[in-house]
């Protein structure tokens, strides 16, 4: 028999015992209740005299030498009692408001969660950690002999002379137990105030005549069985203890957030832990492993799901503070999402200053006046070569090789990079040749659900030989590309990320007129580092509401610098515009965007992209933080030949082509690629190759869309053609 078992049979003998003292006492006022009395009326519990301590002789009326029995009842009332901290009448305050100090919560639990653990009965456990008297553990135990025992309920009704109380109420403990108390029956004392019974009351019913019933989770309780009340489950969820080791630097944190949530439960105030920073899961991490350290049952709560409603919200206060007396517990609440001044936001404020124990709120930035201390704990991702001993460690020896490259494009924390290197080793279980390629899709997958929402994924085709720039210009290309790949190097074994607290990003302006290669450039960038290429999509982004475009570009920032991912910011001048000035609201909050995006770019640590055909409408602000500056000329006639000479896909049949004649038209890549695309559609309807003059067509078509003169000599290919044959 191991210790839970034993302890379970020892709870069952002192309830067993208990039982059959209650048994006799209700026997003895039964027996009581039923002397024929010396006068006709029927007697009932108010003719009864209540047993004393001893249990010794029932007297009834008519035995001239007693006192009237009604009064020797109230003289016990009134009686001081012996429990030093019952006998103020009010609430006891160490309880109203218990927290983590009140019962040495911090200590460690039984390992199965459980009552078990001494040899004390879970009724005389609950009874010192809720703060009940003598009196209030008796009545206790009286409504919840109706449980386990079927004989309590005909005993009550004899007991108080009346068939039809088959249950117990507050007026038979008082006739049943020594020194009674009627502020038992307060609701700031701990039977009402911890919602351990119930009482049906209906209509105009005395109180004290009320039917008490124990709540299923205290029953359950007193029997050994220990678990969540199940009022409370549907709210929180169970965050189970770990045995992942934490990185140093969160080792760090949680050491000295250990330290300080002791020294304040020895003071008698814990402070509520305010993680703070935009990586959940490492401060999730902390905060189980800050729990599991302490002996606490961690559970998670959402901020959507704190009730709102005053009511609602002092039943979960309650029952989350008898909880944490019953079971240690630690709850941690995620609002990282909230808002402060919104009305999820105002009830976890308001339930924060009412909640004891050991509260954790993970937030991005600290929350002013919550009601009680609180204690701001900066969480950030571990560091660079912390991820990288992650992967290292995660992957194995033999496949630490491939930890390089993640661990330089990726800000995962250790939890992320865990299971990506476990999904991935699983996947190639049987050929390791393909883990790099499974392993660098798990890690480009992972940040796609956040961004799909606010952006639009482009899928990157083109290479450096669809580029056709300028020497100088396309040497730029590749020097950003080479610093995107080569950062983890210079900034963290060359030591620059030490001396450096912005700008660890790479901030790049394509400038130049429409259709010079400014997109094909970001996808050239794009297939070369084989990351995902976001293009910023305006209309997820921006919104007439205050505040929110500054949180959806805030979500994307997080998004593509954890997840790797290239922003392209298209039509820049949309979103970087000069600040104005300002003359009414409209301006205030158009400015205060423009200064979250020069904060927010600062911090980026990837690489974003700004293009634009306006490179003078973009505030000056921006064009100092940008590390580069490639300017996108309009195509010469030998770029213009390239280009027409890749328009047309390998797929394609053609005729003669007079490349030399269509690089005269003065127009861009891109338009060259419409006109392309165009003559292909005549040809395909046609039903015969591509030719000159199906070239020329569409160029005509194209010179008129831009709204460019055309002069129809330079369109008469066949003409001119025959007249030579």
Not at 80 to 97: F, L
Not at 626 to 632: D, E, N, S
Request: net charge neutral; charged share 25%.
């Amino acid at each position: 028999m191991n210790a839970l078992e034993r302890w379970q049979a020892a709870n069952n003998r002192y309830l067993a015992s208990a039982l059959a003292d209650l048994r006799a006492r209700l026997e003895r006022l039964a027996t009581a209740q039923e002397v024929p009395s010396t006068s006709s009326a029927t007697p009932t519990l108010s003719s009864s005299r209540p047993l004393e301590a001893s249990g010794a002789g029932v007297a009834t009326r008519g035995s001239g030498s007693d006192p009237a029995p009604e009064a020797s009842w109230l003289r016990r009332l009134i009686k001081p009692r012996r429990n030093a901290s019952a006998a103020t009448g009010g609430p006891d305050t160490s309880i109203a408001t218990r927290d983590a100090s009140d019962a040495d919560p911090l200590a460690k639990p039984a390992a199965d969660a459980t009552v078990a653990g001494s040899d004390t009965p879970a009724l005389t456990l609950l009874s010192q950690r809720l703060g009940l008297s003598e009196f209030e553990r008796q009545t206790l135990l009286l409504c919840a002999a109706m449980e386990f025992d079927t004989r309590t309920g005909a005993l009550c009704a004899r007991a108080q002379g009346d068939a039809g109380k088959p249950y117990p109420t507050f007026g038979l403990a008082m006739a049943l137990f020594d020194e009674p108390a009627w502020d038992a029956l307060s609701p700031e004392r701990p039977l009402r105030y911890w919602r351990l019974l119930e009482i049906n009351q209906p209509g105009t019913q005395p109180l004290i005549a009320a039917a008490l019933k124990v709540d299923e989770r205290i029953v359950n309780y007193l029997k050994g069985a220990n678990y969540l009340d199940d009022r409370l489950a549907p709210l929180v969820s169970f965050v189970p203890a770990g045995a992942d080791d934490l990185p140093p630097s969160h080792q760090h944190i949680a050491a000295a957030l250990m330290r300080r949530l002791n020294a304040a439960a020895a003071s008698g105030s814990l402070p509520v832990v305010q993680l703070l920073g935009t990586d959940g899961a490492s401060k999730s991490l902390i905060a189980r492993h800050v729990a599991t350290e302490l002996g606490l049952g961690l559970y998670r709560m959402t901020a959507d799901a704190v009730p709102t409603a005053i009511p609602d919200q002092d039943t979960f206060q309650r029952l989350w503070q008898r909880e944490s007396a019953l079971l240690p517990l630690a709850l941690h609440i995620d609002a990282v999402d909230a808002d402060r001044v919104g009305a999820h936001g105002a009830a976890i404020q308001r339930l924060l200053g009412r909640l004891g124990g050991v509260v954790m709120l993970d937030v991005r930035e600290p929350w002013p006046s919550l009601g009680r201390d609180s204690l701001p704990v900066d969480v950030a991702k571990p560091t660079s070569a912390e991820q990288k001993a992650t992967w290292i460690e995660a992957l194995g020896a033999d496949a630490a090789a491939h930890a390089e490259r993640p661990a330089t494009h990726f800000n995962f924390g250790v939890s992320t990079i865990r299971r990506l290197a476990a999904d991935a080793l699983v996947a190639t279980a049987n050929d390791r040749a393909g883990l790099a390629e499974v392993l660098w899709a798990n890690c480009l997958g992972r940040a796609r659900p956040t961004l799909d929402q606010l952006a639009q994924l482009v899928d990157a085709k083109a290479r450096w030989d669809d580029l056709q720039l300028p020497v100088a210009e396309k040497a730029q290309l590749r020097q950003i590309a080479d610093q995107v790949e080569q950062r983890r190097t210079v900034y963290d074994d060359w030591g620059f990320r030490e001396r450096m607290n912005r700008g660890l990003g790479i901030s790049v302006l394509f400038a130049g007129e429409s259709g010079t290669g400014k997109t094909m450039a970001a996808e050239v960038i794009a297939n070369e580092l084989g990351l995902l290429l976001y293009r910023i999509d305006l209309s997820a982004v921006v919104n007439k509401y205050i505040g929110e475009t500054e949180k959806n570009l805030r979500r994307l920032f997080d998004a593509a610098e954890d997840g790797g991912a290239i922003l392209l910011f298209d039509e820049a001048d949309a979103l970087f515009g000069k600040r104005s000035e300002v003359k009414d609201s409209h301006d205030r909050y158009s400015n205060i965007e423009v200064n979250y995006l020069l904060q927010r770019m600062e911090a980026f640590r990837g690489l974003a992209i700004l293009a634009t055909n306006m490179k003078s409408a973009l505030d000056s602000a921006f064009l100092r933080r940008l590390r580069f500056i490639v300017k996108f000329p309009f195509p010469g006639q030998a770029e213009r030949k390239a280009i027409w000479q890749k328009a047309l896909p390998s797929g394609v049949e053609t005729g003669a082509l007079d490349f030399d004649r269509l690089a005269r038209l003065n127009l861009s890549g891109g338009s060259i690629h419409s006109i392309a695309l165009n003559a292909a559609f005549l040809a395909a309807r046609a039903g015969m190759p591509v030719t000159m003059q199906m070239m020329l067509d569409a160029a005509r078509s194209e010179f008129r869309k831009l709204e460019k003169p055309v002069n129809e000599s330079e369109f008469r290919w066949l003409d001119s053609i025959a007249g030579s044959a």
